[in-house]
């Protein structure tokens, strides 16, 4: 707690609002608070119904193609700031909300730093790129790094990321100008596999293939530059927007991601799995048997908790819920105290957070006994963990 001045002491009469203000925002930190989500449901033109599996209710007749699980807009159904926005939730104490490590991540801004989604592309998503952090301050954004983690897909599904080898970016530039989506013939076409994870850096170009559906995590960043839309117009025969000149300013060609081989870390209860790390955002799988419990630390950033399967009870105290299938809580960080959560029948869930790459990633990976360079790919391509591991290994 801050240290409160002789100065400021309060009396019957007098009673100075800062010492107040200060003394209430601690007593809100020092015990864990959860927000129960509402999803916003987004149409788009490659989406279907998919997300219907999740428990979501959809609108008739309405393709749609997102949940946007956390972002400032998205509302708070139950829980702490039960009402309001995620992005009230922050206003109100910005440093104590986001925590050191979230704040470095969004450069300052008081703004959720995870963009969590459920995505359903019943059809190809326009192949697109973003932009980094330092290319996108002209736009008064920041970048998007993001990820995949694949939750189910049609036979033959693809994941479309990066350029084939020996493929330029003039050559493939030439091919998106004609906007018929034959420049995907120059990518690189993936499996789609449940299961399958991918780091996808800022200046990577990409597609989702049609017939996935990914939990995709990212920066909090809605700048992104289309580049082909696979010959899609609107009813009127209109292509969408296109943005091939600033979106070929910002690609890198030579970027090609691989999937992520994932860790398994210790655990009391059920299993945990590392799937991806870096300075922005780290993602776990967590499985918990039918009747068991397992305890999550309040953590120094907000943690997104996203349940699969099965249905669980939430508990850090001061706030409690239930999530069944689809639902979806933020956990914000706390000064301590732990948050449990007990299964109702098996249950599995995604963790998502900004972590500390050393004493959250590197250590409990270590642990394991996974080496180095496993522990370097669940960053790959992306050397954030590799600088890391360099540190950890440095004399003091």
């Known amino acids: 707690m801050d240290r409160i001045r002789p100065s400021e002491y309060w009396s019957l009469y007098a009673i100075p609002v800062s010492p107040l203000v200060r003394i209430s925002k601690w007593m809100e930190r020092a015990v864990p608070k959860i927000s129960i989500v509402s999803p916003r ?8 119904r998919r997300l219907e599996r999740y428990g979501f209710s959809l609108p ?14 998205v509302e708070i159904g139950s829980g702490f700031g039960a009402g309001g926005t995620i992005g009230d939730v922050i206003a109100d104490d910005p440093s104590g909300r986001l925590g050191t490590l979230a704040s470095i991540a969004v450069s300052g801004r008081h703004i959720f730093p995870l963009l969590v989604k459920l995505i359903d592309a019943s059809e190809n998503l326009s192949i697109q790129v973003h932009p980094n952090d330092g290319e996108a301050v002209g ?18 599904a693809k994941l ?3 350029l084939q080898p020996g493929v330029t970016l ?3 530039a030439a091919a998106a100008r004609k906007l018929d989506g034959s420049s995907a013939s120059l990518m690189r076409a993936l499996d789609a596999e449940p299961g399958t994870t991918l780091l996808i850096p800022a200046g990577t170009i990409h597609a989702l293939g049609a017939g996935v559906m990914v939990y995709e995590i990212q920066q909090p960043s809605d700048v992104t530059f289309r580049l082909d839309d696979w010959g ?3 009813a009127e025969g209109r292509p969408r927007e296109m943005h091939v000149d600033q979106g070929f300013g910002v690609a890198h060609g030579d970027v090609r991601p691989e999937p992520i081989s994932s860790i398994r ?23 918990v048997p039918a009747g068991m419990a397992l305890e999550l630390a309040s953590g120094l950033s907000p943690q997104v908790l996203t349940v699969l399967s099965g249905n669980v009870a939430i508990d850090g105290g001061a706030t409690s819920g239930s999530l069944a299938a689809g639902h979806s809580a933020v956990i914000w960080p706390s000064d301590s105290g732990t948050v449990r959560i007990a299964a109702d029948g098996e ?30 790919g669940l960053g790959a391509p992306l050397l954030d963990l590799q600088h890391a591991l360099h540190r950890s290994s440095s004399p003091a």
């Open 170 to 172: 003039e050559t493939f």
């Open 41 to 48: 449901l987004d149409a788009k033109p490659w989406g279907g």
């Open 265 to 287: 870390l210790s655990s009391d209860v059920g299993e945990r799995l590392l799937l991806v790390a870096c300075r922005y955002f780290a993602l776990e799988r967590l499985t």
């Open 160 to 162: 479309f990321v990066g």
């Open 139 to 156: 736009l008064d954004r920041l970048g998007k790094t993001e990820a995949w983690h694949v939750l189910a897909a049609d036979p033959g």
């Open 60 to 73: 008739e007749a309405t393709a749609i193609g997102e949940a946007v699980v956390t972002a400032d807009d």
């Open 232 to 234: 899609r117009v609107d």
């Open 347 to 376: 249950i599995v869930a995604l963790r998502s957070w900004v972590p500390d790459l050393h004493a959250e990633v590197i250590e409990p990976a270590r642990l394991t006994g996974s080496s180095d360079s496993a522990i370097a």
